[in-house]
């Protein structure tokens, strides 16, 4: 994976087969990303890599980062629990994204027509930056679906070991059973995961 943020433009993230090559997401969309690029560093925001992709900072705190992919390129806000979208632009990153926090380009020119609502949305983030302003915590209850209250129900030590299992791994089970969208399915999922949450370990735990 890449370093040096100056490869992201010429080779790509390097986290692909694909990296360096004609066929590398970034190629379709460099003008844009460089146009991204220009915003960024003309607002003073200092330029680095984080998880393989350029990352923009204002006093030590992460501000925004860029993305390609095959259908669009992105500018995703970090913290965006402490923007306000005045302009409804922001997008979530998937269907369980509980923050929307990028905006979606399909086309190049795209970024020079919102280039004042970059500017304004990067600079709400430098401003909370400099003031220390961090996001609230928000604990989210998640619903325990039927079928598990009734596996529960009738199987003691099944009951117990979820019990005794950390906040995190239980919401991990929580999650993935909530995703299913029929109850035979959530049925299976829980037999399957019987053995792992007597044994105490969360859904992703070898």
């Known amino acids: 994976m890449i370093t040096n943020p100056d ?4 080779k790509g993230c390097g986290r692909c087969a694909r990296f360096a090559t004609p066929d ?3 190629r379709p969309w460099i003008k ?18 984080k998880w393989a992709h350029p990352v923009y900072m204002h006093v030590g705190r992460n501000i925004a980062l860029f993305g390609a992919f095959r259908g669009d390129f992105r500018l995703s806000f970090l913290n965006p629990g402490l923007l306000t979208d005045s302009e409804g632009v922001l997008e979530p990153q998937g269907p369980n994204s509980q923050t929307p926090s990028m905006i979606r380009f399909t086309a190049v020119e795209q ?8 500017r304004a949305y990067l600079q709400q983030l430098m401003d909370s930056a400099e003031a220390g302003t961090r996001v609230p915590k928000v604990h989210r209850e998640i619903e325990i679906p039927e ?4 596996a529960i129900d009738s199987d003691p030590e099944l009951a117990a070991a979820f019990q005794t299992l950390t906040p995190g791994r239980r919401k991990s089970y929580l999650f993935n059973l909530n995703q299913a969208k029929q109850s035979a399915t959530r049925i299976a999922r829980i037999e ?3 053995h792992r949450i007597i044994a105490g370990k969360g859904l992703m735990e070898r």
Do not use: H, Q, W, Y
């Open 7 to 10: 490869e992201f433009f010429i």
């Open 24 to 26: 590398c997401s970034t």
């Open 32 to 49: 844009g990303l460089n146009e991204l690029r220009r915003i960024c560093l003309a607002m003073d925001l200092s330029e680095t890599v």
């Open 111 to 118: 970024v020079g027509e919102m280039e004042p609502i970059i």
């Open 147 to 150: 079928e598990l209250i009734e």
């Open 192 to 194: 399957k995961f019987r």
